[in-house]
């Protein structure tokens, strides 16, 4: 069995190649040499997928003391098919020098320092976004504790003023009180007298 995951690792490797260096000329052509190359590239990949796939197959029947050996050489290979894949996509889209050139109306190295300098500015701007953000989250904070002091103080204002109340109707009493005495007190000092 594992003479049969070895086969397949031989194709894996072969067509692995033959991807890889289809990908590196798929940016250099345009239309329907690079659609070809692209149509031939993509049924590659899904070989190498099958492959990987009867490899896994294949590594599932080993005998599990040498399982480990080929499940590790099986998520390398599965890491290099995302590897191309990531590459593929890459490659169909990018653009061969000349079609740079043309669309930027300048030549190659100009036009990679405006990439590059596009990329500063961009990263400058989301740079000065996230500040921006922060301040913002802060001030809308300080606002909610500006709201919440405003609420406690109006309500200590509101319970000064019923304890204002309660005061200067505690002092009335206090006066009626002191004036219920004195005339008590005039009242006995009379009843002493006679």
Avoid: C, W
Wanted: charged share 40%; no cysteine; net charge negative.
């Amino acid at each position: 069995m594992s003479s049969d995951f070895e086969a397949y690792e031989l194709d894996f490797g072969t067509i692995t190649a033959e991807v890889t260096n289809k990908i590196g000329r798929i940016p250099k052509l345009s239309g329907e040499e690079k659609t070809q190359l692209v149509l031939n590239v993509d049924k590659q990949l899904e070989e190498v997928r099958e492959l990987l796939e009867q490899m896994d197959l294949e590594a599932r029947e080993i005998p599990i003391q040498s399982r480990p050996m080929y499940n590790s050489r099986l998520k390398s290979y599965k890491g290099e098919i995302e590897k191309l894949e990531k590459d593929f996509k890459r490659s169909r889209i990018a653009y061969s020098d000349e079609v740079r050139n043309d669309l930027l109306g300048d030549d190659a190295g100009s036009s990679e320092n405006q990439l590059i300098k596009l990329r500063e500015e961009r990263a400058h701007l989301l740079d000065n976004t996230e500040k921006l953000e922060r301040s913002s989250r802060r001030l809308e904070a300080g606002y909610q504790i500006a709201v919440e002091t405003e609420q406690v103080g109006q309500e200590i204002l509101s319970n000064l003023h019923g304890d204002r109340e309660k005061i200067q109707k505690a002092r009335e009493r206090l006066r009626e009180t002191d004036a219920n005495l004195g005339k008590s007190s005039r009242i006995l000092t009379g009843m002493l007298r006679r």
